[in-house]
C-alpha cells in the first residue's frame, strides 16, 4: 500500500520545542516522533512512503534518505500549510494509480490496529475518547463511516478520527475541495466524497495519540520508552544499579552509584552520575549530561541537555543544549491537586495531567539553585538568574 505520511506542519501548539525544529522530528524514545508513524506503516504493509514537508524539511530528509526500513522514500513539499488536503495534494505527483493511505506524522498508532486498517480499504481509523465533543467526530450509519464531525455539540458516536486513512484510487482526482471555515482545505470532505462514492468502514484501534502539544510529547515517550527491553551496551560503573528495563547504548557512561530504574533509555554519548536517580520512563538523550546526586524522573533530555549536580527535574521537557545550573529544582505538582496548566498559543490550558514539570526551549538555561513552578516554559535561550524563582513563562 502506497502510502503518504504529513509531516510538514511548524507544530505552532508545542513551541518552544519546535522553534528550531520541526514537530515530526522531535524525539520519542530512540527515534524521531514521525519515524513510529513510518515504522507502524511498514509493519502494517507499506510499499512506498511519501513524506510530505515544509517547515525545516531538510532534517526530516537527511534522516530518511531514500529509502527507509526497505522501503522507497519520496519527498513532496508543501510550500504553505494551507491544510491536509492540500498537502495530500503536494504528494499525489508521487503516487502510482491504484489505492493509498494517508497517515498523521505527528501520531502514534499501534501496529495491530493499523494493520487491520491496511487490510480493510476504504477505511477510516477511529478510536474511543469519553469527550468526543472536542474533537472530530465520525458519523457511523448501518455500519458504514458518512463522514467527519469537528467538535459536535451531540456527537453522534464516541468515536473519533485518527487522522489515518485508506482512500480508493479514484480519490486521487478529489483532491481540489473548497477551503473550509477555519480557511483550510480538509481531508475529511476528501473523505465525505469517499463515503459518498463507496462503503467506507471505521476500523477502531486499539491505542492512538496525537502528539500536538508539550505533554503529549511525555505521553508519547511513556508509551514508546515502556515498550523497550533491557539492553546494556555502555559503559556501566560495577557499582551502578539497574533495575529492570533500562537500556544503555554504547557510548553511554552511568558512573558509581547511580540507580536507574526502568523503562528508561540513555543514549549514546549520555553521562549518568556519580550518584544520580533516574526514573520513570526517561530518556537521556545524546551527548546529554546528569550530574552528581541528580534525580531525574519521567522526563525527556534531549541532545545535549545538562542538569548539574545536586538538581532535581520531574515530569519534563529540556529541549537541545540546555543546561540547568546545580542545584536547580523543578516543581511538578500543585498543591490543590488540580491539574497543571501550561501556555499554548498564548493561552492557559489544562493538561489534563497532575504531574507536570518545565518545558524548555533549546540552549536555554537556569543559575544556581533556582526553581521552577509547574507549568513554567522557558523559550529558547531564555534564562534565570542564580536563586530566582520562577513562576511565570520566560
Known amino acids: 500500500m502506497q502510502t503518504l505520511v504529513l509531516a510538514a506542519g511548524q507544530g505552532t501548539r508545542m513551541r518552544p520545542l519546535t522553534e528550531s525544529r520541526p514537530k515530526p522530528m522531535l524525539p520519542v524514545a530512540d527515534r524521531p516522533l514521525v519515524a513510529h508513524t513510518a515504522d507502524a506503516a511498514v509493519a502494517a504493509g507499506a510499499s512506498k512512503l ?4 515544509g517547515y525545516e524539511a531538510d532534517e526530516v530528509r537527511e534522516y530518511f534518505g531514500e529509502e527507509y526500513a526497505g522501503v522507497p522514500v519520496e519527498f513532496a513539499v508543501q510550500e504553505e500549510q494551507r491544510g491536509t488536503a492540500d498537502a495530500v495534494r503536494a504528494g499525489a505527483e508521487y503516487l502510482d494509480p491504484g489505492p493509498f493511505a494517508v497517515l498523521n506524522g505527528d501520531a502514534l498508532y499501534d501496529h495491530p490496529s493499523l494493520e487491520a486498517l491496511y487490510d480493510d480499504g476504504p477505511a477510516v481509523g477511529s478510536y474511543r475518547v469519553d469527550n468526543p465533543s472536542e474533537y472530530g467526530v465520525l458519523d457511523i450509519r448501518d455500519g458504514n463511516v458518512r463522514g467527519v464531525i469537528e467538535k459536535p455539540e451531540n456527537p453522534p458516536s464516541d468515536r473519533i478520527n485518527t487522522g489515518a486513512y485508506i482512500f480508493p484510487a479514484e480519490a486521487q482526482n478529489w483532491l481540489d475541495v473548497e477551503t473550509s471555515e477555519r480557511g483550510e482545505l480538509e481531508l475529511t470532505d476528501v473523505l465525505a466524497r469517499a463515503c459518498e462514492e463507496a462503503d467506507v468502514t471505521d476500523v477502531p484501534f486499539e491505542r492512538w495519540l496525537d502528539v500536538g502539544r508539550p505533554w503529549e510529547l ?8 515502556g515498550e523497550l527491553e533491557r539492553d546494556v551496551r555502555g559503559e556501566v560503573h560495577g557499582g551502578a544499579d539497574l533495575r529492570g528495563d533500562v537500556v544503555v547504548e554504547a557510548g553511554a557512561e552511568v558512573d558509581a552509584g547511580v540507580v536507574v530504574e526502568g523503562p528508561a533509555l540513555i543514549r549514546s554519548g549520555a553521562s549518568v552520575g556519580p550518584n544520580a536517580y533516574v526514573r520513570g ?7 546529554a549530561k546528569v550530574g552528581h546526586a541528580v534525580e531525574v524522573k519521567n522526563s525527556v533530555f534531549m541532545e545535549g541537555a545538562t542538569v548539574g549536580h545536586l538538581s532535581y527535574v520531574g515530569d519534563s521537557v529540556l529541549g537541545r543544549d540546555v543546561n540547568f545550573g546545580a542545584g536547580t ?4 505538582l500543585r498543591h490543590d491537586g488540580e491539574a497543571v ?13 497532575r504531574k507536570l514539570g518545565v518545558i524548555c526551549g533549546d540552549e536555554s538555561k537556569t543559575g544556581i539553585n533556582a526553581s521552577l513552578n509547574a507549568g513554567v516554559i522557558l523559550s529558547e535561550g531564555a534564562a534565570t538568574k542564580p536563586g530566582e524563582s520562577v513562576t511565570r513563562d520566560r
Not at 505521553?219 to 520508552?225: C, D, I, L, P, S
Not at 520512563?281 to 551527548?287: L, Q, S
Open 341 to 353: 496548566k501550561l501556555t499554548v498559543k498564548g493561552e492557559r490550558v489544562s493538561t489534563g495531567r
Open 218 to 225: 511525555l505521553a508519547a515517550n511513556e508509551w514508546k520508552v
Open 281 to 287: 520512563a526517561t530518556v537521556v538523550g545524546e551527548g
Open 329 to 332: 529544582k523543578v516543581a511538578n
Open 50 to 53: 511519501v513524506l510530505i514537508v
